[in-house]
């Protein structure tokens, strides 16, 4: 079974207009030949425009964050509509530092999905287990429960534009990553979830990335875990060098 491979880069809280457009200057300039890998970079919204710009028919991008209302007194918000009509194809939903700086529950995390799609957005959703829930023995439990909450209602035939990334908390800008079979393990259980929500076929199509402390020197052990599509790169995404590295992996 041929999945789609996804290539992202969250760049978090970081880059001025000037730092962004040279990282994706730098980035193309290395790209060579990707073969069907799919390359998203994430940059700070107030760039997305001119990164949209930059970027061409090489590069999707998509945004960070979103409200989930279509417009109104949310001051500080950005609508899915703007995410939309400002170039971005793709939205990152429930990222940890959302779930947990910001306080983003599942309920709002599924409003958010149902928004993203409703407007035409790929929205990629992001689960992942705490430390604690770990060494408890909860990872997969917390895991089903979160891509249960954020997928509800999420009808069959709009699965096709959802991309799922699993991100372990505990592995998140710490350097430490998920052992691939770590990693692996939880990619198979995701699909289990989605089997038993959308039937064989969505399980096995649906693209599911790792993210956390990915960097150069351990993404060939991720990435030939079979359940394994793809990265969601932060803090290696930053420099076109070792964003292109992870990139080019055989
Ligand atoms: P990291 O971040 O690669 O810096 O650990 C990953 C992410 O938050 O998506």
Known sequence: MKRREIFAGNWKMYTTLSEALALIEGIIKGLGDIANREIVVFPPAV?????????GNKIAVGLQNMYFE???????????????D????????GHSERRHVFGETDEMINRKIHAALDVGLEPMV????????????????????????ALAGVARDQMNKVVIAYEPVWAIGTGKVATPEIAESMHQSIRNVLKALYGAEIATTVPVLY????KPENIKGLFSQENID?????????????????????
């Not at 279509?70 to 939309?84: D, R, Y």
């Not at 400002?86 to 939903?93: E, K, S």
């Not at 992001?126 to 909450?149: D, F, M, P």
């Not at 993210?211 to 990915?214: A, E, I, K, R």
């Open 47 to 55: 760039h997305a425009r001119e990164v949209v710009k930059a970027c």
């Open 70 to 84: 279509k417009e109104g007194a949310f001051t500080g918000e950005i609508s899915p509509l703007m995410v939309k």
């Open 86 to 93: 400002v170039g971005a194809r793709f939205i990152l939903i």
């Open 126 to 149: 992001c689960v992942g287990e705490l430390i604690s829930e770990r060494e408890a023995g909860n990872s997969e439990k917390v895991v089903e429960t979160q891509l249960k909450a």
């Open 211 to 214: 993210g956390g402390s990915v």
């Open 230 to 250: 793809g990265v969601l790169v932060g803090g290696a995404s930053l420099t076109a060098k070792s964003f292109l590295d992870i990139i080019h992996v055989q």
